[in-house]
């Protein structure tokens, strides 16, 4: 058998293979580029009304423009956030998306013996997409004006101060324990089933404080209804610029809020994140979502997936330790 042409045999077959990647490169690209190819799914695992729904429509409308598909608002409550966090970490059509939030990445890892998800390895961290201040209130009868006085007053009169929260690892929950914790101050917990009983009791005035996200109590508060004696943000909010924050009132480096992002299950291909991240971040900063924000005291933010990670990580650390600390278990 004549062997002489076998090298350039070789030659010309690696120049083909070559030559049929590099053709092939340009489908793949275009394949990368049609994502996404047919509308979104956005779940939002809480039930319709409060910050999660304003959050995610408001971004899904913006977003729908940005990706060139529809991108659909989902409403799957149940379990603390777990039954959908559960089917979205599940779901291959890679046109599934969830709305991350404090408590099903921050919280719930620590407060359930046993997720159905793995919050780091089922799912890819898109973008951060808004921060919704905590804010610390009080009954208008109550003899304070400012945080100070009210931790104050709590140790002066231990056992006498309660306050009331949307339930047991609720983002109001944790607010106040973590107040509790740096100050080390003994409040009694009073957990009800929704912010609206709480507010009911606290507006009554038969609880005497607690932690609710801004757009809830806002109009109670301008209403003189209820007294804001601090905000979670690290810097005062324009809405209630007379307000100081918990950092500047004795507590440098506090910071309580609520927070909404964006995840995909681990199986969407990074080029896909990072395009629907670029997508996100630019939604929520367009004029008509910071309106609808600062309408609510919401704050816009914008990440990209390894800034959000990290955000993630620190939140999971900081919520931790509140949790050890005040034993919080799930309802």
């Given at each position: 058998?004549?062997?002489?042409?076998?090298?350039?045999?070789?030659?010309?077959?690696?120049?083909?293979?070559?030559?049929?990647a590099?053709?092939?490169?340009?489908?793949?690209?275009?394949?990368?580029?049609?994502?996404?190819?047919?509308?979104?799914?956005?779940?939002?695992?809480?039930?319709?009304?409060?910050?999660?729904?304003?959050?995610a429509?408001?971004t899904?409308?913006?977003?729908?423009?940005?990706?060139?598909?529809?991108?659909?608002v989902?409403?799957?409550?149940?379990?603390?956030g777990?039954?959908?966090?559960?089917?979205v970490a599940?779901?291959?059509?890679?046109?599934?998306?969830?709305?991350?939030?404090?408590?099903?990445?921050?919280?719930?890892?620590?407060?359930?013996?046993?997720?159905?998800?793995?919050?780091?390895?089922?799912?890819?961290?898109?973008?951060?997409?808004?921060?919704?201040?905590?804010?610390?209130?009080?009954?208008?009868?109550?003899?304070?004006?400012?945080?100070?006085e009210?931790?104050?007053?709590?140790?002066?009169?231990?056992?006498r101060?309660?306050?009331?929260?949307?339930g047991n690892?609720?983002a109001?929950?944790?607010?106040?324990?973590?107040?509790?914790?740096?100050?080390d101050?003994?409040?009694?917990?009073?957990?009800?089933?929704?912010?609206?009983?709480?507010?009911?009791?606290?507006?009554?005035?038969?609880?005497?404080?607690?932690?609710?996200?801004?757009?809830?109590?806002?109009?109670?508060?301008?209403?003189?209804?209820?007294r804001?004696?601090?905000?979670?943000?690290?810097?005062?909010?324009a809405?209630?610029?007379?307000?100081?924050?918990?950092?500047?009132?004795?507590?440098?480096?506090?910071e309580?809020?609520?927070?909404?992002?964006v995840?995909a299950p681990s199986?969407?291909?990074?080029?896909?994140?990072?395009?629907?991240?670029?997508?996100?971040?630019?939604?929520?900063?367009?004029?008509?979502s910071?309106?609808?924000?600062?309408?609510?005291?919401?704050?816009?933010a914008?990440?990209t997936?390894?800034?959000?990670?990290?955000?993630?990580?620190?939140?999971?650390?900081?919520?931790k330790?509140?949790?050890a600390?005040?034993?919080?278990?799930?309802?």
């Open positions: 058998m004549n062997t002489t042409f076998l090298p350039n045999r070789r030659r010309c077959l690696a120049l083909g293979s070559s030559l049929a590099t053709l092939a490169l340009p489908g793949l690209a275009r394949a990368q580029a049609a994502w996404p190819s047919k509308a979104v799914r956005f779940v939002v695992p809480f039930a319709p009304g409060g910050s999660s729904e304003i959050v429509r408001t899904a409308f913006e977003l729908s423009k940005a990706l060139g598909q529809s991108v659909y989902e409403n799957k409550p149940g379990g603390a777990n039954v959908a966090m559960q089917e599940r779901a291959e059509d890679q046109h599934t998306i969830i709305l991350g939030h404090i408590g099903t990445l921050a919280v719930n890892p620590y407060i359930f013996d046993k997720l159905p998800y793995d919050p780091v390895k089922d799912f890819k961290p898109v973008s951060l997409l808004a921060k919704v201040p905590s804010l610390y209130l009080v009954r208008p009868d109550l003899p304070v004006k400012d945080l100070r009210f931790i104050a007053y709590a140790k002066k009169n231990p056992g101060l309660n306050y009331g929260s949307a690892g609720s109001g929950h944790l607010a106040m324990e973590y107040l509790k914790m740096v100050s101050t003994f409040i009694l917990h009073v957990p009800y089933r929704g912010t609206g009983p709480q507010l009911t009791d606290l507006l009554a005035g038969r609880l005497d404080a607690a932690s609710v996200g801004a757009p809830a109590v806002m109009q109670f508060i301008k209403t003189g209804k209820l804001c004696i601090a905000t979670g943000t690290t810097q005062r909010l809405q209630l610029p007379e307000v100081p924050t918990v950092a500047e009132q004795g507590f440098p480096g506090f309580m809020t609520q927070w909404y992002g995840l199986n969407l291909p990074q080029a896909a994140v990072d395009k629907l991240a670029a997508a996100c971040a630019s939604s929520v900063k367009q004029p008509a910071t309106e609808k924000f600062n309408a609510e005291a919401a704050i816009a914008g990440s997936p390894a800034e959000f990670a990290r955000f993630i990580a620190t939140e999971q650390q900081r919520w330790a509140v949790v600390r005040a034993k919080i278990k799930p309802d």
